[in-house]
């Protein structure tokens, strides 16, 4: 970030780059913890993660409310108005990421049962780490202003899709051979779709960083291979 005249100016840009660091690590925190809670049942763990959610729309709606005073005083232009536009974004994608977080602890309160979880939950456990470490990656090169990194993230979503396709289908299969299965692979199915969609997220964060770094945005599609909707699981015999 290039140092300018007034110095005030630079406070403010540094403060608004500071809350997109304290949004994002609360994010990658509430998505961890939700799946945590899942994992392991833990009912206070999902009522902690839906409380904490409310400090995250907090610091996004602090981003919003900074970055316009910043555009009304100082008219920034090419890479200082880059950056906080960026900061707008980024800040809009990690109030979802909380909101994706949020939603799979209420599924766990929903769920509140312990029977047949332990295998139910194991592929949702892994596809919220790969979802996670795209995310911490995507940050990490946000703060570093690593396009190539960015870009790396954005190559990978695929990877989220495909994993989220075999767990829907691995999901309907547990529903179909044991129908006591049914409300509590519904839950999951929903959990994995708001972890896919965190992965999403952590793309688009991707391409705002690559429009920070370079001033263009990203006009060819992304890869996506999220196939779910062409599943067709035949019923057991």
Known sequence: MAEHTVRSYDQEL?????KIAEMGGLAEGLVADS???????DTVLAQKVILTDARLDRLQ???????????????????????IVAALRISNDLERVGDMAKN???????????????????GVE????????QLKDVLDAFTARDDERALQVRKRDDEID?????????????MMEDPRNITICT????????????GDHATNIAETVHYVVTGEQLVEDRPKGDTSHLVNVEPAD
């Open 14 to 18: 540094k403060m608004l780059a500071g």
């Open 61 to 83: 709606r602090e981003v919003e409310e900074k970055a316009i005073l910043i555009i009304a005083k100082r008219q920034p232009m090419a890479m200082d108005l880059r950056e």
């Open 162 to 174: 495909a994993l989220y396709t075999s767990l829907f289908r691995e999901l309907l299969t547990y």
């Open 35 to 41: 799946v945590t809670a899942l994992v392991r049942m």
């Open 187 to 198: 839950h999951l199915l929903f959990c994995a779709k708001n972890i896919e969609r965190i």
């Open 126 to 133: 892994h596809l919220a780490d790969i979802a996670l470490e």
């Open 104 to 122: 799979i602890g209420k599924r766990v309160i929903a769920i509140n049962t312990n029977f047949g979880a332990k295998k139910l939950v194991i």
